[in-house]
Antibody, heavy 118, light 108 residues
């Protein structure tokens, strides 16, 4: 079935790095733009980044620009988020989401938790 | 930057209409989308492109947009509709997304 499965989260010290992955299955991954959305504990959803279907363009929210890098490997049907120089305020559940042709996030992963703590 | 403003909470009795607003300067040039999130779950799309309802979403969910405000209406709200609701849109370039702060809907 159509699904997204995130992995790579964990507990990390401030200033360290992680690479989050999002494995896609059940659809033609290379045809869709993909996004990362995060949610801090008890807080609302925050859009983080987007990468176009072919990887030709990527955009970020201001608070992560220069620290996070979104990428994809269409041969592996996998989306990535490299998160560097982590801060306490980056603590959140990170979701990957598929953007369909109508501009909607129609498929979401279950999320992976990143906790930044010393 | 494009910001979306929602009321923090809305409360209605079962069977009443619940209306959740979302204001933003990029409306009406950009579409509004609405997501429902129940506790501990990933969000679910309930309205797209201002007023379209995805397959499987009950007819009591509807959306509208006028000027700089988008509105999600749940006609005859049910206890099962209790959730956080988020509006979403993009900035004027269409390249960056933005969510509203979310509205907690209580039905009791």
């Amino acid at each position: 079935q159509v699904q997204l499965v995130e992995s790579g989260g964990g507990v990390v010290q401030p200033g360290r790095s992680l690479r989050l992955s999002c494995a896609a299955s059940g659809f033609m991954f290379s045809s869709y733009g993909m996004h990362w959305v995060r949610q801090a504990p008890g807080k609302g959803l925050e859009w983080v980044a987007v990468i176009w279907y072919d990887g030709s363009n990527e955009y970020y929210t201001d608070s992560v620009k220069g620290r996070f890098t979104i990428s994809r490997d269409n041969s592996k049907d996998t989306l990535y988020l490299q998160v560097n120089s982590l801060r306490a305020e980056d603590t959140a559940v990170y979701y990957c989401a598929r953007l369909n042709g109508e501009g909607s996030f129609d498929i979401w992963g279950q999320g992976t938790m990143v906790t930044v703590s010393s | 930057s494009h910001e979306l403003t929602q009321p923090p909470s809305v409360s209605v009795s079962p069977g009443q209409a619940a209306r959740i607003t979302c204001s933003g300067d990029a409306f009406p040039r950009k579409f509004a989308y609405w997501y429902q999130q129940k506790s501990g779950q990933a969000p679910v799309l309930v309205i797209y492109q201002d007023n379209k309802r995805p397959s499987g979403i009950p007819e009591r969910f509807s959306g509208s947009s006028s000027g700089t405000m988008a509105t999600l209406t749940i006609s005859g709200a049910q206890v099962d509709d209790e959730a956080d609701y988020y509006c979403y849109s993009t900035d004027t370039s269409g390249n960056r997304g933005v969510f509203g702060g979310g509205t907690k809907l209580t039905v009791l």
